[in-house]
């Protein structure tokens, strides 16, 4: 019988690549099962990282054993709370006495949650925790005073063995499509602010409401595998034939290569606001689908917030269907 039933929380820069790497397998393939996603590659930087020593966070240690972990990165006067997450015991089993798997999972973000918003640097946190259902890890964010918004998982099958065949690069409504170049960055992230401009995803993730800020997410898309490994050639942008603004993007990356379940994702699909009902998003989209089919890809995905009706009903027209649902969550400052 136990008598301690509380595992003892420890900062996690005291642990190194070793000591992580079992229970990152473990979650590995949660990530697989539950979202066809191959964590290992974001987890070998985060790896990089714990070497590095350089990764605040906690872990929960029980006689000797790493049960979890979560992660935090700042970003000026912003932290976000990159993961959490705890194994099940090896042997599947909780006695009544220990703590449930997210009953860890609910401590850890507990002690994330409250370094953060008592560091006098931190104004803004935010977190979206794709691995977790919706509402499983509300109460501690809520009694935090962050705001919640649920977020969706959604799926759609690709056709099997669709034959390759270029882009049509004409569109309607006075564009054309081309294909995505890193030289296009700048322009790019300017598409984004323009485009979440009073937007609910701009409330939970303020990149989106800067030039630079937006550059620093495409850049994350581009070159880290967070997202996924970024796939340039199912990435396209829509430019105006007349002035040569870019009126619109779909950013696409592979986060799956298991046989028989290779998955790609939409990492970002926007239009400008003044280009939008030509059916313009449409066109990227199918474009963007195609050519990951005509790569081998069985599967593709993204996520959508729940209150983002127009852009669900495009995704459903295109096939996709619910596959999870998660949180998405913000706190401010009060008064910053
Ligand atoms: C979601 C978004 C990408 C859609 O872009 P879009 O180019 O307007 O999309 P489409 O034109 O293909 O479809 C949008 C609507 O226009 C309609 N439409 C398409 N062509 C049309 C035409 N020629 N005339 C009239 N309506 C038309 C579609 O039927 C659709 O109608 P619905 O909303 O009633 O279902 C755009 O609104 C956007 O950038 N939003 C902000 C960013 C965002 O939310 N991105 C998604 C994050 S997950």
């Known amino acids: 019988m136990r008598t301690s039933v509380t595992p003892e929380i420890r900062d996690l820069r005291l642990y190194g690549s070793a000591a992580l790497r079992p229970l990152l397998e473990v979650e590995s393939d949660l990530w697989r099962r539950r979202l066809d996603w191959e964590y290992m590659g974001s987890a070998r930087l985060l790896l990089e990282y714990l070497d590095a020593r350089a990764l605040p966070g906690f872990v929960a240690v029980e006689q000797g054993e790493i049960l979890g972990y979560v992660f935090c990165v700042y970003e000026a006067n912003k932290a976000v709370i990159g993961n959490v997450f705890a194994a099940p015991r090896a042997t599947g089993k909780w006695t009544t006495e220990e703590m449930t798997q997210c009953e860890v999972e609910r401590v850890l973000l507990e002690h994330a949650v409250s370094l953060l918003t008592h560091s006098p640097g931190v104004d803004r ?3 979206q925790l794709l691995l977790h259902p919706a509402g499983e890890l509300a109460e501690p964010l809520e009694t935090a005073g962050f705001r919640r918004a649920e977020r969706l998982y959604l799926e759609r099958e690709l056709s099997a063995g669709a034959s390759v065949q270029a882009p049509r690069w004409t569109l309607d409504g006075g564009c054309r499509l081309r294909a995505w170049h890193d030289g296009e960055m700048t322009r790019a992230a300017q598409l984004i602010v323009a485009a979440y401009s009073d937007h609910p ?3 939970i993730n303020d990149q989106y409401c800067s030039t630079q800020g937006a550059q620093r997410f495409l850049h994350n898309i581009v070159r880290y595998p967070g997202c996924g490994i970024f796939v340039p050639e199912a990435s396209f942008v829509a430019v105006d034939v007349v002035s040569g603004e870019l009126a619109g993007m779909v950013l696409s990356s592979q986060i799956s290569a298991q046989p028989g379940a290779e998955c790609g994702h939409i990492t970002q699909i926007c239009v400008l606001p003044e280009y939008r009902r030509r ?4 066109r990227l989209m199918r474009e963007a689908a195609d050519a990951l089919a005509a790569k ?3 599967k593709l995905t993204l ?4 209150s983002n009706a127009g852009a669900i009903r495009l995704y459903e027209r295109e096939g996709f269907r619910e596959r999870h ?3 998405a969550a913000v706190w401010v400052r009060p008064g910053a």
């Open 279 to 282: 059916g313009l998003a449409e």
């Open 325 to 327: 649902r998660f949180d």
């Open 303 to 306: 996520t959508v917030t729940a």
């Open 201 to 203: 995803d701009s409330r």
């Open 125 to 127: 946190v935010e977190t």
């Open 296 to 298: 081998g890809l069985r």
